[in-house]
């Protein structure tokens, strides 16, 4: 299908300038048994293009396609072209991004979204590519689409590609990064499997909450009551982030029904880029004078760093002296900067937050946080999509999943406390690379049975 589009330039949006080239995110709604709907998103910089003199005045011509691909075959595509027009090139800076946005319905499954952006004057050609999982949503209990983020939300009387429900008009940000220019920042989702019916609550509650990375709150709204416009709703909710630093933040949307004891919550990162990075970075960034470090302080130092480093990383600091090993921690994050431009090393930002929290949240007398198998899970993969807990009973050890959503299409980790002593214990995950059990419900059950499948 292709669709010949010209935007006008009050849907470029200025957003802070991280990334250089084009932004790519994605959100997945419930469809029916077979399909999902999926729209991804798109924030193409202006200045990729080559603007030619027409008219009186200077156009771009753009392609782009998106398809979803499995095992090296595309599943699904659309391609389109859109125009742009500028009465001067001169008027174009490095945050102007035309925002797009393609609806596709996919089957459930893990895909590899690819995007390609092709500058029809120049001939250049910009791609990028994240792995999805179209998930099975459920029918029959309380569920939660993924969340849209944007910028700028309002009413219109034209339908277009960006309306919602409601007559609003969303316009995806899908760099998911905000700016001094953005005081506020909306959030979208649907609302699955409300119980309806005789003897059913009329209504249901929401709650919005944003948290750091460490899952601090850091705004958070009372539970409000809504009338059930039927079986499924919708949210759209606007937050003020005006007084909020820069750092990487979650937005929070927790539902329940209260007489059905049923509560979900999904949320979506984010992140907040200012003018007061460098005091950031002077609060959060753990500062460590390398060269007062003994050789033992520099291998505590460097022993979480393993969970990143590459076999010839690990091998090179094992075999280094002193100083060889200073230089390797001191060059470690700068080779993992995603965008040196930016003041701020994203990755070792990152990688400061989830320590903190690992160690506030899985350390014990006995084994520091980043030891511990959940420290260890969320040091690397960082924060779950979704966790079910699940405590201790007749029938079961305490025992808890973690549902990563947005890498390798989905995976899962499953900890155990089989001791009683409240460690919990990995058993089994999905992940590559990771222990795989597929009989791992034999360590929930109480003292005993497990051992039972050995005899």
Known sequence: MKAKISFLLLLLISIPSIAADFDLDYAVFRGDEVNDVVEVYLMIPRILFDFVESDGAYRSSAYVRVA??????VRQ?????????????NQIT????IPEIVTINVPKGKY??????MDLNSKKTFRKETDILVKDFAFDKLELSDIQLSGQASRTETQNKFSKYFNYDIIPNASNIYGDQNPMIYAFCEIYNLKTGAGQSESYQVQYTIT????????QNEWLTKKKPGASAVE??????AELNSGLYNFKIAVKEENAGAETVGFKRFYIAKNDQNKLMADVMEEVNLSALSEKELIELFNPLKYYATDK???MFRKSNVEGKRNIINNFWKTRDSDPITPLNEAEFEYQQRMKYVAEQFSSPQRVG???????????????????RFPSSLETKPYQIWYYYEFEGGAIFVFVDKSGFGMMELVHSTARNELQDEAWERWIRPMGDSDNDYY
């Open 77 to 89: 595509m659309k391609e389109w072209s859109f125009t742009d027009r500028v009465d001067n090139p």
């Open 370 to 388: 980043w030891k511990t198998d959940m420290g260890r899970v969320f040091l690397i993969y960082g924060q779950p999509s979704e966790i079910e």
């Open 112 to 117: 590899r979204i690819i995007a390609i952006v």
């Open 236 to 241: 759209i909710k606007g937050m003020n982030i």
């Open 313 to 315: 990383e690990r091998k």
């Open 68 to 73: 979803f691909a499995f095992d090296d075959t």
């Open 212 to 219: 750091n990375i460490n899952d601090k709150i850091i705004q």
């Open 94 to 97: 490095d945050t102007q991004k």
